[in-house]
Nanobody, 125 residues
Framework: QVHLEESGGGSVQAGGSLRLSCAASGYNYRHYCLGWFRQAPGKEREGVAAIDRDGTTNYAGSVKGRFTVSHDNAKNTLFLQMNSLKPEDTAMYYC???????????????????WGQGTQVTVSS
């Protein structure tokens, strides 16, 4: 059974940094896509960043150049380094995994089958 658990969220001032982690277990897919998503109150869940098994990454335009996604294969842990945080980055952040290459998911939340419980990120101005 797939299990994903996020950690590392918190409250920071604008311009600050946070590093989110997602401990993943319970799957052994030949191909997979690991993604970070976020959802702010009253808004739809949106893709933030994704990484394929081969290390190929993809970012939403709003975070490109500020966020970095990575995956420690040995520990099966997904990371999201978030720098230069803005108040509009405030949201619940989720990690997710899907048994397909990222491009086949279209980076859409409804294409990912397994999710963590989320970790809150709050950025104050």
């Amino acid at each position: 059974q797939v299990h994903l658990e996020e950690s590392g969220g918190g409250s920071v001032q604008a311009g600050g940094s946070l590093r989110l982690s997602c401990a993943a277990s319970g799957y052994n897919y030949r191909h997979y896509c690991l993604g970070w998503f976020r959802q702010a109150p009253g808004k739809e869940r949106e893709g933030v960043a994704a990484i394929d098994r081969d290390g190929t990454t993809n970012y939403a335009g709003s975070v490109k150049g500020r966020f970095t996604v990575s995956h420690d294969n040995a520990k099966n842990t997904l990371f999201l380094q978030m720098n230069s945080l803005k108040p509009e980055d405030t949201a619940m952040y989720y990690c997710a995994v899907e048994e397909r290459p990222c491009y086949q998911t279209g980076y859409e939340a409804n294409e990912f089958g397994d999710w963590g419980q989320g970790t809150q990120v709050t950025v104050s101005s």
